[in-house]
């Protein structure tokens, strides 16, 4: 089970962590993956991290946003700075493994102007 968390209501250019947490037996992890749905949008990936570390942005939000993991708690998180009102979506956790892929329910952010 995948649970996000973090997000809200937030001004524009400020900033938010989101994290998403794992529970029970995980194993066989392939990837984490963040993605976003902005209203009447496609669901589009954003980030990914993989088990030796490395990480992969959108083109368009290197810089701004950063993936991250803390494997004894299970949990990865995705950093978001200098946000703005393009932002506005429900971020969802990925988890690919080598027995299926399972997402979280998401988090609402929405950014004002």
């Known amino acids: 089970q995948l649970v996000e968390s973090g997000g809200g209501l937030v001004q524009a250019g400020g900033s938010l962590k989101l994290t998403c947490a794992a529970s029970?037996?995980?194993?066989?992890?392939?990837?984490m993956r963040w993605y976003r749905q902005a209203p009447g949008k496609e669901r589009e990936w954003v980030a990914t991290?993989?088990?030796?570390?490395?990480?992969n942005y959108a083109d368009s939000e290197k810089g701004r946003f950063s993936i991250s993991r803390d494997r004894a708690k299970k949990t990865v998180y995705l950093q978001i700075n200098t946000l703005g009102p393009e932002d506005t979506a429900v971020y969802y956790c990925?988890?690919?493994?080598?027995?299926?892929?399972?997402w979280g329910q998401g988090t609402q952010v929405t950014v004002s102007s």
């Open positions: 991290i993989i088990p030796n570390g490395i990480v």
């Open positions: 029970g037996s995980i194993v066989g992890i392939k990837a």
């Open positions: 990925n988890m690919n493994t080598v027995y299926g892929s399972y």
